[in-house]
Each structure stands twice: as C-alpha cells, then as structure tokens.
C-alpha cells in the first residue's frame, strides 16, 4: 500500500499544520497552559503578581523543547511564562548515531525563542538541560557546543538517573496519599523511565518528600521516535503493533524494578503513575474533549479496562484520523501508537488496576528541585510564623 501524503514526519507536521483550522485543533506542541509543581501551580500571565524571584527550567528532549518559568508560591510555584515546540531533534539517531542538520536546525531555532524569554522575564535561577538525543548521538557535545555560540544557552546533558528522578519530583504531588507503592514511567522521545516507589513506610510523607522513597529505576533506550522510526508510525496494522509491542518488551525483559513488587502489586494498594504525551492522549480521548485541556487531563485515573479500550481505539485509528483528533494532531499522529505500544509492555510486565495521568515531568521536576536547594518554601513559612507572632504581640 502507497502511503498518502509528504513522505518523512517533519513534512507531514508542516502540511498538516498548514491544513488545520479551528479553534478545536490545538496542535500537541503548544499544549502548555502552566503545568504543576509541589501542589500544583497556577498560570498568571505576563502581568507578574509579586517580586519573588523568577526560576525557568528547559527540557530539550528527543521529541520536544519546552520551556517553563514560575515564581515560588507558599504551596508551590505559579507559572508565568511557558513555551514547547515538536524539534524531533533525535529523527535519524536511532539508525546513524548522529544529529541530522534539519534536526539541529529547528532545535536552535527553539532555544533561540527560549533565550529571548528567558532574557525577557529576567530570569535568576534555572536549569537547562538536554537528554536522550544528545547522549546518544555522536555529535552530541558538538551540538551542545553550538547552541552556547549561538543561543548563549549553556545545556547540561543529563544521565538517565538524574532524568528519573527529575521525573518522580515533577509528578510527586498526583501520587495517591493512601498508597503503599507506584510505577512511575515517562515514555519519552528516545528513552523511556520506570521508576518503582516504595510507599510502605512513608510515614506521611508527601510531595517533593516521596523522591526519598525510589526503590530502583531503569531506563529503556526505546522511545516514542526510535520506535516508529523502525517499525513505521504511519500506517500501522495490528501485527505491526504487536511487532512494536514486542521490541519494547525485550528491552524490558533484562530489568527488574524490584524482588518483592510483584506481591507489592498484588496487595492492590499499588498505581501507576504515567508522564508523557502518550497518556495525556489516552487520556484526552477517553475524556471525549473537542480541544485538549490539560486542567481535565492532568491528575485523571484511568482504570485498567479503560486504558485497554483506549490503547484498542487508538490502534485501529487511520492516520489521518489521528491528525484530525484534537488530542493527538499532525505532531503526534506518527509517534502515538509507538507510546501506546511501550506503555502495553510495561503494563503485561507490572499490571496494576488504575493509571493516574500527569501532564507534568522533567521540568516541574527542575523546577522544585531548584527552589527546594534554595530554601524558598522554609523561609516562606519562617516569614508566617514570624508575622503569626508579630500578630499575637499585638493583640
């Protein structure tokens, strides 16, 4: 069968974007509407609300640039700026180790628009960092090297480790306070995460807290793109599917999270906690939204039977179907069933009976990593004690 349409994802991503109109059809790189952090934050525009310090946190992935700068709050941080863009900067690294120069081409272009905000806002604190593309392609630190001449951007490249736990500080807040455990993914671009939180002696502890409770990690060198690139995320029929499905469980097959998470499991006092386009899909199209909403979709419980059905849907939705949908759109039709295939993997691997999406991840991780080192939330409750006492004086 002939394929319909340009002939590589970067030029079906520009047709389709030229294609689409509407206010429904909001394109999956631009779905940022101010994601949380400890407990949650709130977005507050470009006005600004007080004169706390600003902090920004960039993540460049495989797949995505995104970029978000808050202010610390009493429980939290609230956004006051954020930016993403589908660069696909690992397209190609999976078959010839190296960054095209299409690739590096949009990702500067990114990072450049990413300067000038963070230039902009006046930014005081921030980290900026790079994964699983420029760690696996050959040319990656020249790359690296490239963007600070040109951007004036200076990226760190970060280990799958440090990716894993950035992941559990973002999503910390969406783990349910009454769990023993919890299997935390974030199916990327080029790698994906699993991390295994064991919650049984927790004693109460909550938020950024729970990053103390990592169990084990692994990290798989499979992700949304490398996977469609060698099995084809266009045109994809149920043994193709299955073909993907398998890929990504041999890479799984020689990682164990832990001895005992099977009986952990078992207990049912166990979730899964999934950070990544992939759920956020499943999760807008179980929703039935006419427009992607990140406040419907960030924090929702999907039960078992639920993300079968929607893996199912997806799997038998024709491409053009899937750049049509208003939760997947022209940047992720392509890469969706690849996602769909790594998170059944991971689920006949570990079952557990209710996912709970989180449209959060590395960056909100950075964030509160930042402002935790910098003391912002104890000094903040020193100052109410402080005002508490002044008040009590008073009176």
Not at 192 to 215: H, K, Q
């Amino acid at each position: 069968m002939t394929e319909r349409g340009p002939s590589t994802p970067s030029d079906r991503i520009q047709e389709a974007r030229s294609r689409r109109h509407g206010e429904n059809r909001l394109p999956s790189g631009q779905r940022d509407h101010g994601n949380g952090g400890r407990s949650g934050a709130a977005y507050e525009g470009t006005s600004g609300r007080n004169n706390a310090p600003l902090y920004a946190a960039l993540d460049l992935g495989t797949n995505n640039c995104r970029l978000l700068i808050a202010r610390p709050e009493d429980r939290g941080f609230r956004v006051v700026d954020a930016y993403s863009r589908i660069v696909r900067l690992g397209e190609g690294v999976g078959s010839n180790r190296m960054l095209s120069d299409a690739a590096m081409e949009r990702a500067i272009d990114a990072l450049a628009q990413c300067h000038r905000k963070l230039a902009d806002r006046g930014v005081a604190r921030s980290r900026l960092i790079a994964t699983e593309a420029c760690r696996a392609a050959e040319n990656g630190a020249a790359f690296i090297e490239r963007v600070k001449t040109e951007t004036g951007l200076a990226l760190e490249v970060v280990d799958r480790e440090t990716e894993a736990r950035l992941a559990v500080a973002g999503c910390a807040s969406l783990v349910d306070h009454e769990a023993d455990g919890v299997i935390l993914f974030d199916i990327g671009g080029g790698s994906s995460e699993i991390v295994w939180l064991d919650l049984r002696n927790r004693c109460g502890a909550r938020g950024y807290a729970l990053t103390r409770f990592i169990r084990s990690w692994i990290s798989l060198p499979v992700g949304v793109v490398n996977l469609a690139e060698r099995h084809g995320g266009v045109h994809v029929t149920p043994d193709i599917f299955e073909a993907m499905i398998e890929d990504a469980a041999e890479h799984l097959a020689a990682f164990n999270l832990a001895s005992n998470l099977t009986e952990a499991i078992a207990s049912g006092r166990v979730h899964m906690l999934g950070t990544s386009g992939t759920v956020t899909t499943l999760a807008g199209v179980h929703l039935g939204l006419k427009r992607y909403d990140r406040r419907r979709v960030d924090g929702t419980w999907l039960e078992d039977g639920d993300v079968s059905r929607m893996i199912d849907q997806l799997r038998d939705m024709p491409y053009e179907a899937r750049v049509d949908n208003p939760c997947i759109g022209a940047d992720r039709a392509d890469l969706v069933l690849a996602g769909c295939a790594i998170l059944e993997a991971i689920r006949r691997r570990w079952s557990c009976s209710r996912l709970r999406v989180a449209d959060r991840g590395l960056r909100e991780g950075i964030l509160t990593e930042l402002m935790a080192a910098d003391g912002v939330w104890s000094h903040r409750k020193n100052g109410a004690r402080q005002d508490r006492g002044r008040q009590r004086n008073r009176t």
